[in-house]
């Protein structure tokens, strides 16, 4: 129900946007959030936004380099990911949660994720 793209390889310092599209789930309402899994370590959050106002949270690492932003209008959450470093190599996942949360035991809803590369 959630599809996630745009990853790809990219060198330090570049920008890569993922996208999570929605299908057969409204994402209006939903909270929705990005998490991040890098070879060997545990998966941790990134970001979300609150499905009631929009209201934007980010991991304190990661303010100012990352920003997520919906589209309703296409059903669709973003990530812009700027100044990419190698250690945000990863695979990329969206969720669906009630409530704009970085517990990712909230999150119902999960995509398969993308891969992100960021090359030195």
């Known amino acids: 129900q959630l599809v996630e793209s745009g990853g790809g390889l990219v060198q330090a310092g570049g920008s890569l946007r993922l996208s999570c599209a929605a299908s057969?789930?409204?994402?209006?309402?939903?909270?929705i959030g990005w998490f991040r899994q890098a070879p060997g370590k545990e998966r941790e959050w990134v970001s979300c936004?609150?499905?009631?106002?929009?209201?934007?949270y980010y991991t304190d690492s990661l303010k100012g380099r990352f920003t997520i932003a919906r589209d309703n209008t296409k059903n669709t959450v973003y990530l812009q990911m700027n100044s990419l470093k190698p250690e945000d190599t990863a695979l990329y996942y969206c969720?669906?949660?009630?409530?704009?949360?970085?517990?990712?035991?909230?999150?119902?809803?999960w995509g398969q994720g993308t891969l992100v590369t960021v090359s030195s």
């Open positions: 969720a669906a949660s009630v409530i704009p949360t970085s517990n990712q035991y909230e999150y119902r809803y």
């Open positions: 057969g789930l409204t994402l209006d309402y939903c909270a």
């Open positions: 936004i609150s499905g009631s106002d929009d209201s934007v």
